[in-house]
């Protein structure tokens, strides 16, 4: 396809503006899209299954509990931003359990794809757009795995998309509704993350300094700031009104900061500069090697693109690629889902090596020359990104599987965790759960001594304290007044079970050495309490089970 016809393809249509496009019509327009929202729901579909992780349980819970008129950090407590549970509250009304927040997860995913689309669209044609809300849908939906889906990094995608569209769209001339639409956007993306500010701040920087009028690039700014604040001012308001602006400034500005501090996984014997760059090096190395499929031509496009050809579109979207990383190596513990923020970026720098590639072999061959070398290379860097192809068959095989027979059941859940091996395993936590679920009533409440929220959900049982795990009161950092009040909860609503969970700790997360279930005895009130009003009941798994005397 040659440019011209690429240009003509992606003009707007004719006729009157007025008249609402049928949907047929918008399919026939926007057909590459359709195609790849197709391939993405098709390679998809088995995330659906997928049961709670940790992380998508505490959402789960503290989305439910809003939606039942609690408030948040002063009912249900924990570190991040309101934006995760916000959405929460809505998937969590969806039939189904963990399979209708998924079912929201990849639905919010397909937009996304959308919004990829519409993006790359604008940079360079719909064909470049649809690869790259492929590429994107097809990486998030395979590479991420159960954990790392339905997590604060992936929701904030879709804004940061739709936000940075807007703000390009608008023409530089003008300062109006686009851009502090966008502005909005940002404000709302920034309560998921408070880093991805970052990425306007970026956009910002970017106009003024290259703009021709800075007075026009200055509004534009102002507005898009704008935006950005009304959004925050509503929420400050809504925390306000609710009694909880104190406690959400300090989990965000105070305990946040502290636990960012201790680093990830790579600083077990403390956050030290070696270990910070040693980090930092792994988990870059891993984003290249594990999606090859786009790093590769990414890293082609920002050479050629941007240094050679001085293409504007790849060089905006390397700049936001390079702010995303900025933003993962900021929060220093470099989980695999704070990457999800850099794959559309590279998605969209990926695809559009793919149509340069494409129209250079067109060039030169016959088409079906062209498609066999395409189609070549494209499946090399298939063969060498394991971790997006591999998923894909392996999780329809296993779907399968599962719905053909029971049996096989088991074993699939096995998958989440081996009961007996490792932190967290989904078996264990839910026969724990339907062991404290047939020896309670429901009003009775439970606390878990470790990190499973899963628990709360599946016994449907709720926490004694706000304080849903070991989170924010075993860390170096807790403050005094948090264990006291914790004690205190426990001393009045008396959960009729108590869980403490063994190797539930690493010094990353709470500073501390210690074991979770061998660091109680350091908390002596709480050890006062479990010695006093309770009595060991069993052990399951990794679980210490302690019944209310």
Same mark, same amino acid.
């Given at each position: 396809?040659?440019?011209?016809?690429?240009?003509?393809?992606?003009?707007?249509?004719?006729?009157?503006?007025?008249?609402?496009?049928?949907?047929?019509?918008?399919?026939?327009?926007?057909?590459?899209?359709?195609?790849?929202?197709?391939?993405?729901?098709?390679?998809?579909?088995?995330?659906?299954?997928?049961?709670?992780?940790?992380?998508?349980?505490?959402?789960?819970?503290?989305?439910?509990?809003?939606?039942?008129?609690?408030?948040?950090?002063?009912?249900?407590?924990?570190?991040?931003?309101?934006?995760?549970?916000?959405?929460?509250?809505?998937?969590?009304?969806?039939?189904?359990?963990?399979?209708?927040?998924?079912?929201?997860?990849?639905?919010?995913?397909?937009?996304?794809?959308?919004?990829?689309?519409?993006?790359?669209?604008?940079?360079?044609?719909?064909?470049?757009?649809?690869?790259?809300?492929?590429?994107?849908?097809?990486?998030?939906?395979?590479?991420?795995?159960?954990?790392?889906?339905?997590?604060?990094?992936?929701?904030?995608?879709?804004?940061?998309?739709?936000?940075?569209?807007?703000?390009?769209?608008?023409?530089?001339?003008?300062?109006?509704?686009?851009?502090?639409?966008?502005?909005?956007?940002?404000?709302?993306?920034?309560?998921?993350?408070?880093?991805?500010?970052?990425?306007?701040?970026?956009?910002?920087?970017?106009?003024?300094?290259?703009?021709?009028?800075?007075?026009?690039?200055?509004?534009?700014?102002?507005?898009?700031?704008?935006?950005?604040?009304?959004?925050?001012?509503?929420?400050?308001?809504?925390?306000?009104?609710?009694?909880?602006?104190?406690?959400?400034?300090?989990?965000?500005?105070?305990?946040?900061?502290?636990?960012?501090?201790?680093?990830?996984?790579?600083?077990?014997?403390?956050?030290?500069?070696?270990?910070?760059?040693?980090?930092?090096?792994?988990?870059?190395?891993?984003?290249? /090697?594990?999606?090859?499929?786009?790093? !590769?031509? @990414? =890293? &082609? #496009?920002?050479? +050629? %693109? $941007?240094? *050679?050809?001085?293409?504007?579109?790849?060089?905006?979207?390397?700049?936001?690629?390079?702010?995303?990383?900025?933003?993962?190596?900021?929060?220093?513990?470099?989980?695999?889902?704070?990457?999800?923020?850099?794959?559309?970026?590279?998605?969209?720098?990926?695809?559009?090596?793919?149509?340069?590639?494409?129209?250079?072999?067109? /060039?030169?061959?016959?088409?079906?020359? !062209?498609? @066999? =070398? &395409? #189609?070549?290379? +494209? %499946? $090399?860097? *298939?063969?060498?990104?394991?971790?997006?192809?591999?998923?894909?068959?392996?999780?329809?095989?296993?779907?399968?599987?599962?719905?053909?027979?029971?049996?096989?059941?088991?074993?699939?859940?096995?998958?989440?965790?081996?009961?007996?091996?490792?932190?967290?395993?989904?078996?264990?936590?839910?026969?724990?759960?339907?062991?404290?679920?047939?020896?309670?009533?429901?009003?009775?409440?439970?606390?878990?001594?470790?990190?499973?929220?899963?628990?709360?959900?599946?016994?449907?049982?709720?926490?004694?304290?706000?304080?849903?795990?070991?989170?924010?009161?075993?860390?170096?950092?807790?403050?005094?007044?948090?264990?006291?009040?914790?004690?205190?909860?426990?001393?009045?609503?008396?959960?009729?079970?108590?869980?403490?969970?063994?190797?539930?700790?690493?010094?990353?997360?709470?500073?501390?050495?210690?074991?979770?279930?061998?660091?109680?005895?350091?908390?002596?009130?709480?050890?006062?309490?479990?010695?006093?009003?309770?009595?060991?009941?069993?052990?399951?798994?990794?679980?210490?089970?302690?019944?209310?005397?």
């Amino acid at each position: 396809m040659s440019r011209l016809s690429e240009r003509t393809l992606t003009s707007a249509p004719t006729g009157d503006a007025r008249a609402r496009p049928s949907l047929a019509g918008l399919a026939r327009e926007h057909w590459p899209l359709v195609a790849a929202l197709g391939v993405v729901l098709l390679i998809g579909l088995p995330t659906l299954n997928f049961p709670y992780g940790p992380d998508q349980a505490l959402f789960a819970y503290i989305g439910d509990q809003l939606a039942h008129g609690k408030t948040l950090y002063v009912d249900v407590w924990d570190v991040k931003p309101p934006g995760i549970f916000w959405l929460y509250a809505l998937a969590t009304r969806l039939p189904g359990e963990f399979r209708g927040v998924r079912a929201f997860d990849m639905l919010w995913t397909l937009a996304t794809v959308a919004a990829v689309y519409a993006l790359g669209r604008h940079l360079w044609g719909r064909a470049a757009g649809a690869l790259a809300g492929g590429l994107y849908g097809m990486a998030y939906a395979t590479a991420s795995g159960y954990w790392n889906m339905a997590q604060p990094d992936s929701f904030m995608v879709l804004p940061v998309m739709i936000g940075v569209l807007m703000w390009d769209r608008e023409p530089r001339g003008a300062a109006g509704r686009g851009t502090f639409m966008a502005g909005r956007l940002f404000g709302f993306a920034f309560q998921f993350r408070p880093v991805v500010a970052l990425l306007p701040a970026a956009l910002a920087a970017r106009d003024l300094l290259g703009a021709t009028d800075r007075k026009v690039a200055a509004r534009r700014v102002v507005l898009m700031i704008g935006g950005a604040a009304a959004v925050v001012a509503a929420t400050v308001l809504y925390l306000a009104v609710g009694g909880a602006l104190d406690e959400y400034l300090y989990a965000q500005f105070r305990f946040a900061g502290q636990y960012a501090r201790l680093g990830g996984p790579y600083s077990w014997d403390a956050l030290t500069p070696g270990n910070f760059l040693s980090g930092m090096r792994g988990s870059l190395m891993w984003f290249a /090697a594990s999606r090859l499929l786009l790093s !590769a031509p @990414a =890293l &082609a #496009a920002v050479f +050629v %693109g $941007g240094a *050679l050809r001085a293409d504007r579109g790849v060089r905006l979207v390397s700049l936001l690629l390079s702010v995303a990383v900025a933003t993962v190596v900021i929060q220093a513990k470099f989980f695999v889902y704070h990457w999800h923020l850099a794959v559309p970026f590279a998605a969209l720098l990926a695809a559009w090596t793919f149509r340069e590639v494409w129209h250079e072999l067109r /060039a030169r061959f016959a088409r079906a020359g !062209a498609t @066999a =070398l &395409a #189609a070549a290379g +494209v %499946g $090399g860097l *298939l063969f060498f990104t394991p971790q997006i192809t591999d998923p894909w068959l392996g999780e329809w095989r296993d779907s399968a599987h599962y719905l053909r027979d029971p049996a096989y059941r088991q074993i699939y859940i096995d998958r989440f965790g081996l009961r007996g091996h490792g932190a967290y395993s989904y078996k264990a936590s839910e026969e724990v759960a339907s062991y404290i679920r047939a020896r309670t009533r429901p009003a009775d409440t439970l606390f878990v001594w470790g990190y499973d929220p899963n628990l709360y959900l599946s016994a449907g049982r709720e926490s004694a304290s706000r304080f849903l795990s070991l989170l924010p009161l075993m860390p170096t950092f807790a403050p005094e007044s948090w264990k006291q009040e914790f004690v205190r909860d426990l001393e009045t609503r008396r959960p009729a079970y108590i869980l403490v969970q063994r190797g539930e700790n690493a010094r990353w997360i709470t500073g501390w050495p210690d074991d979770s279930a061998e660091w109680v005895p350091r908390f002596a009130a709480f050890q006062e309490l479990l010695t006093r009003d309770y009595v060991f009941d069993q052990r399951i798994e990794d679980y210490f089970v302690y019944r209310l005397r």
